[in-house]
């Protein structure tokens, strides 16, 4: 029965994306606003049909339905509540329909926000091309994708999920926010390929989609950083990035949509930048299908790819026709797209705009490279290469820097131009900060002339971010004092968008310092121990205290007892652990971590725990590991920031007799006298 209802629900979801598809393109045809309105509510019949596919599947799976193909492969009796639910995206049919489920609801919701403008060509023709992407999805999972496949022969029990997979709780957050990214690029593009059919390719199309851009990121940032703490926590390996091809498809869109999301900045204020910005909005998208079809399709051997299907040539088809209809497009509007504005000086915010976009593309370009290299020379004559961490690390640290030091020097570039005297007003004591931190890095024995370099930008991006927030403070009470002073209408330090960036820019450069530091400070050394024998690395001393043994339904886990001392006093006792589940027989490793603000204990087992009177373990000390993820949060914190809507004021009550309406901007000191 759940896999009759299942299908009806993908049925009814793919015929509401066929029956939106043609009554607005009907519409748009004909011009007929009832039939443009009429359109846009199948976006809401889809959501539904999304809906209940999914709840079908999740009750298919708590209620360990084996008659479907996917519960029995991914589900078994033992597996605990959270990673049954978890179940739904742990392989490839689930995944994708719980991308369409984020879909839906993102069309949904554009569809709402523009409910009085549904008769706009421009919100027509994009709810058209979304429904087109929801109806490729769909048509998956009517295809090579159905999740509601029935077995032949039920089982009793399942084989249950990979053990991977159920072996920490940030399974549970990691996909799924990093879905919600990658689907949420569908609304910037399908607004970027409406404006290219419409020919209304100037700044409204931006505007539109902002803050469906931001959310994506925003999603995406925190997917990412999720991946590299499950990575740290269940791995094993002591690291959480090692430019892994599925861990590069993610980090693909997030360049391509942070460049845009910096150029865009452009275009309002210069009207520079459209084909640039409209190419970066195509690409963006087109690099979460690339995505997909890496993750999905079986074609890499990696640790993050849980499942092979014949999915490929489909993901394959439809990523040429969405990037050969975005290059048609443009070239077809290109006569029509030149913008009016221009660099004045390679001393401005817009110049310095254009080079951190140079270099988000040339990282991008890089990790492309780098991921499907080895795919294309097997493709093309059987020959298997490897790309590793050599290549990325010495191609992506120098256009890092370039980009930690743009962050830094950008925000207090003035529009259009900038003299000397500015310059100095606004960047000495930053760069007299940055500089008097890679001297004191030199001094702690920092080694290498990256690390030197990045603590060195590092400050010097701190500096300017709090000279940033000191005139913003400064200018607000200035208009506290004489009365709100006003710049296009908005009112001065209600700038959400500029003190979101702050933040955003505040977690990475956390981010950047605890990289530094892990790659300079960290040390690792392998012990073997007998029990009750201690060692001592980095000022730790590891105490092997004896073995424990734990069963249940899902895994056995042995764990080896590890008491954690530091100038004399008792930090605890940890437990690194291997767990063998009931339908593999590969053992799996779980590493048991002290997590402190300056540094983290992390202790990996290396030996069979057959023989419980000696163990091998690997212990490293990794600085400043926490301030990733604190990083991590504070860029997501930032993100929300960013997405407050601008208070206003009431021209008639706060400035009754008010001078020319000018741009504002806090950062650059721009505040009409």
Known sequence: MKAALGVIAIALGTSASVLGVMTLAVGLARHDPKLLLAGRKYVF???????????????????????????????ARGTPLLFTITGLWAALEGSILLWTLALAVYLAATAHRFRHRATDPIVAWATLIGLLVALFFFALMLGPANPFRVMSSIPFDGRGPNPLLQNHPLMAFHPPMLYLGYVGFTIPFSFAMAALITGRFGEGWLADTRRATIIAWGFLTIGIILGGWWSYEVLGWGGFWAWDPVENASLLPWLTGTAFIHSVMVQERRGMLRVWNLSLVIATFCLTILGTFLTRSGVLNSVHSFSTSDIGPWLLT????????????????????????????PVSREAAFLG???????????????????????????????????????????????????????????????????????????????????????????????????????????????????????????????????AGGRTVGSNPRLYGGLIVHTGVVLIAIALASFGTFGSRREVRLERGQSATVSGYTVTFLGTSLDRSAQ??????????????????????????????????????????????????????????????????????????????????????????????????????APAPAQPIELASEEVPA
């Open 45 to 75: 019949a889809l959501l539904g049909a999304a809906v209940l596919a999914v709840a079908i599947m999740e009750w298919a799976l708590i209620g360990h339905d084996f008659s479907l193909k996917y519960v029995a492969e991914n589900n």
């Open 318 to 345: 439809f990523l040429a026709v969405v990037a050969g209809s975005g290059i048609a497009l443009i070239a077809w509007r290109a006569d029509k797209l030149h913008a009016p504005g221009r660099i004045d000086s």
């Open 356 to 486: 951190n976009n140079l270099l988000f593309a040339g990282l991008a370009f890089v990790v492309l490279l780098g991921t499907v290299y080895p795919l294309l020379a097997e493709a093309l004559n059987g020959q298997q290469l490897s790309v590793g961490e050599p290549y990325f690390d010495a191609m992506t640290t120098p256009l890092g820097l370039a980009l930690l030091f743009l962050m830094a020097a950008a925000p207090a570039l003035p529009w259009r131009a900038a003299s000397g005297d500015l310059l100095r007003r606004r960047l000495a004591i930053p760069a007299w900060i940055g500089a008097g931190s890679m001297v004191i890095a030199v001094m702690l024995d920092t080694r290498g002339l990256v690390p030197v370099l990045a603590f060195g930008f590092a400050a010097f991006a701190l500096a300017n971010i709090a000279r940033s927030i000191y005139v913003g403070v400064r200018a607000r009470r200035r208009a506290n004092g004489e009365g709100w002073l006003r």
């Open 555 to 656: 895994k056995t886990t042995k764990s080896a007892r590890l008491r954690l001392a530091q100038g004399g006093d008792v930090l605890g006792v940890y437990a690194p652990s291997i767990s063998t589940f009931p339908n593999s027989t590969q053992g799996i490793g779980t590493p048991s971590v002290r997590t402190g603000i300056r540094e983290d204990v992390y202790l990996t087992l290396v030996s069979s725990l057959s023989e419980s009177k000696q163990v091998t373990v690997v212990v490293a000390v990794n600085p400043m590991v926490l301030w990733l993820w604190i990083g991590g949060g504070v860029m997501a914190i930032g993100t929300v920031v960013a997405l407050i809507p601008v208070r206003r004021r009431d021209r008639a009550t706060s400035d009754p």
